[in-house]
């Protein structure tokens, strides 16, 4: 299983991003897709997740900011994020599971290799 994440990079404030991630190696439709990130000096959290069906979640310091999306026939995961602040800095892991609504990063069982979001003040 390979889940590869690009799309990262220094943006100022106020700016957007897209983050895409590709799945391969894995039946993308049995899959929940979350995406994570991990400030210097913090714990990984819990960013946004989206099941096989399209339903979504997002942590609530980027609901109404960010936009997780999927495509099946693509196996790719996306998160737009916009109006970025700087607190957004960190390193962006995308994530499958097989559970539905999954927010632990203890119940997603594969991970891509993070890429990194820098935005400037």
């Not at 339903?55 to 310091?61: K, L």
């Not at 995961?77 to 916009?82: I, P």
Request: aromatic share 10%; net charge positive.
């Amino acid at each position: 299983v390979q889940l590869q994440a690009s799309g990262g990079g220094l943006v100022q404030a106020g700016g957007s991003l897209r983050l895409s991630c590709a799945a391969s190696g894995l039946t993308f439709g049995g899959y929940s897709m979350g995406w994570f990130r991990r400030a210097p000096g913090k714990e990984r959290e819990f960013v946004a997740t989206i099941s096989a069906g399209g339903g979504t979640y997002y942590q609530h310091s980027v609901k109404g900011r960010f936009t997780i999306s999927r495509d099946n026939a693509k196996n790719t995961v996306s998160l737009q994020m916009s109006r970025l602040k700087p607190e957004d800095t960190a390193v962006y892991y995308c994530a499958g599971s097989v559970i539905l609504g999954a927010t632990n990063p203890r119940e997603y069982g594969y991970w891509g290799q993070g890429t990194q979001v820098t935005v400037s003040s």
